[in-house]
């Protein structure tokens, strides 16, 4: 490949005094025709860098723009150098590096952005390793005066370690053919918008309601009696009102467990608040003003469709740490359910997510509660909608096309797809109990 340096005409024209200086053999005058050729050497490659430097700097202007308004995600050189070998391999396998920790850090942060239960809670990114070290928090952990002689088993009963390796997510990533040509950026904004649409969307189900078999064990689950890994729903307290004799015992289960180390929130599906839970907070005054008043305990309200429908979870919400690794895996999916026209991949990742102690939370049945009439709606508002990035999966789910009952472990939306599957009617059923006694028993 010719140096474009050598190419311009000042150069050409030192290089042909110097080799006629070099010919004739005279000294003093090859001495300045090689300090004439350095010069203009210099010169021609100090032009070509300062226009490189110009135009990259046009190049970072334009880039900051787009990143100031939003457009474009700002990359480390780090995350520019691994989306850069992807779009030169055109694949997201055998590459050099794996995908950036920081990639993760900006999809959790912007996940806890949107989802304020995922912000509440202890996410903890835990980058490639895979163990998590926590407190219980009703445990001591730290002493006055002379160390206890039995301190390792202390330690052992107040510190716990959580293993990411168990639970496992895995989604779809599609690629349009002739995407990778699009550079370095557009791969990162895709790449990061598909994995935070793939996190935010079985994360909080699974903090939640998790079963614990192959994915984290939720807010609303036992801690004990496992049954081939899978753990059953927490035993509820029928609330009919938000009076305050109809909460305090639940905050005085709370206290009396030592899990109400900080303030409580109480967790509510976005339904079950404005048809049960906002009537009872709209009050009007004697100016025929409207407005919301507190929960008579002072709890902050965090709406989540992860909640069931009818249920209050009550409880501190850094009492449940959810640990995701940096680590993320990229496989390309080859098999008969790869797309026309597209390069399909499998992104793997690691989270892990479990109650500090198993008196964390309690959960209210509020199903007794008067509320608003809700109008019928016309289709199923559960159906899974077209057009996503990716198609997300969660190794463990439930299959409403198959033989297998829904239980408890399953979520609303599960249950009414193996109702609709089995052409049974639900119109009028909310709440998962009510849905469960439609399944005809053995």
Known sequence: MKNPDLNTQEVKDARIAMFKAMRDGDDNAQEEAFGEF???LQNSIGATA????????????????????GIRRPMTSNERKFFADAAKKQS???????????????????????????????????????????????????????????IKQILLDGFKTLSLESSKLSGFLAIPK???????????????????????????????????????????????????????DKETVAVNDLKPLSLAGIHAALTKAKTANGPISVMVNPMTYWSKLFPQLAVNDADNNWHLITLPTGDTIIQSYAVPEDRLIFGFTKN?????????????????????????FIAKFFGMGVAKNQNAFFVADISGMEGAKVPELEGDPDVHKAGKIGDVTEEGSFDSKGTTKPTTDQTVAEIKAWLDNQ????????????????????
């Open 38 to 40: 350095a010069t203009s």
């Open 50 to 69: 300062m226009k490189h430097v110009q135009q990259m700097n046009t190049e970072m202007n334009d880039e900051k723009i787009l990143e100031t308004r």
């Open 92 to 150: 997201f396998e055998n590459l050099d590096e794996t995908l950036p920790e920081t990639v993760v850090e900006d999809v959790l942060s912007r996940i806890k952005e949107d989802h304020p239960l995922l912000a509440a809670i202890d996410t903890q990114n835990v980058t490639a390793l895979m163990k998590l070290i926590y407190a219980d928090p009703t445990k001591k952990t730290a002493f006055w005066g002379t160390v206890p002689s039995d």
């Open 178 to 232: 002739g995407f990778f040509k699009l550079g370095p950026a557009y791969l990162s904004e895709y790449v990061t918008t598909f994995l935070e649409e793939t996190m935010s969307a079985t994360l909080e189900t699974a903090v939640v309601q998790g079963n614990g078999k192959l994915q984290p064990i939720g807010m609303i689950k036992k801690l004990s009696g496992a049954v081939d890994g899978v753990y059953k």
């Open 320 to 344: 449940y740490v959810l640990g995701v690794s940096g680590s993320v895996e990229f496989n390309q999916y080859d098999q008969t359910l790869a797309i026309e026209d597209m390069y399909l």
């Open 423 to 442: 052409k049974i009617d639900y119109t009028g059923k909310t709440s998962k109990d009510d849905l469960l006694s439609l399944v005809p028993a053995e």
